[in-house]
């Protein structure tokens, strides 16, 4: 059972991360020296995965869908590591397989997309449409929404790197 859910229209989705990239690079351009490393892998990460993954959906399913996604408890956690662990034994006869990893955790995230056949499916039903169906890069930006809703902080702390950021950008008194 999920903890919480969050619906994200994928035409908002890509003005989100353009607007991201769009303060990454005020930020690059701002910084004396070398900019933050943390701000060039998140602007890396938008560019060459979360944004190519949303301009797939947005081609597949218009700027109108939705995804519905939810928080993961330790429940849907237990769940998806007992999948990733039974594949890889089935598979390989041992334990972490990372494209697994991804594949369950995404499935067991889903409540409602354009590309499910029904409403909050089980992981059985969910995991082969991921795996099968779906562009890579569009299941990375899935793992990292999925993700953010799943941490604790949820959006609450400011994390660290971003901190150090924000003091390398400001001005000195």
């Known amino acids: 059972m999920p903890l919480e859910t969050h619906t994200i229209r994928l035409g908002d ?4 991360l353009d607007n991201r990239l769009d303060e990454l690079a005020d930020r690059t351009a701002a910084a004396d020296g070398d900019p ?8 890396t990460a938008i560019e060459t995965k979360r944004l190519p993954g949303v301009l797939w959906g947005l081609q597949e399913f218009g700027a109108e869908a939705a995804v519905e996604i939810a928080a993961l408890s330790h429940g849907d956690m237990a769940e998806v590591t007992d999948r990733i662990a039974g ?19 995404v499935a067991a995230g ?6 499910l056949e029904e ?6 039903a969910a995991a082969p449409i991921v795996g099968g169906r779906l562009q890579p890069q569009f299941v990375q930006w899935l793992e990292h929404e999925i993700d953010a809703r799943t941490s604790i902080d949820s959006g ?9 950021a924000a003091r390398e950008t400001s001005e000195p008194e």
């Open 13 to 16: 989705a890509r003005d989100r």
């Open 119 to 124: 409403r909050n499916p089980s992981i059985e």
């Open 156 to 164: 609450n702390v400011t994390p660290f790197a971003e901190r150090v």
């Open 36 to 43: 933050p490393t943390a701000v060039l892998e998140e602007a």
């Open 110 to 115: 889903l409540v409602d997309a354009p590309f």
């Open 87 to 105: 594949a890889s034994a089935e598979q390989f006869g041992h334990g972490g397989v990372d494209g697994a990893a991804t594949t369950f955790f």
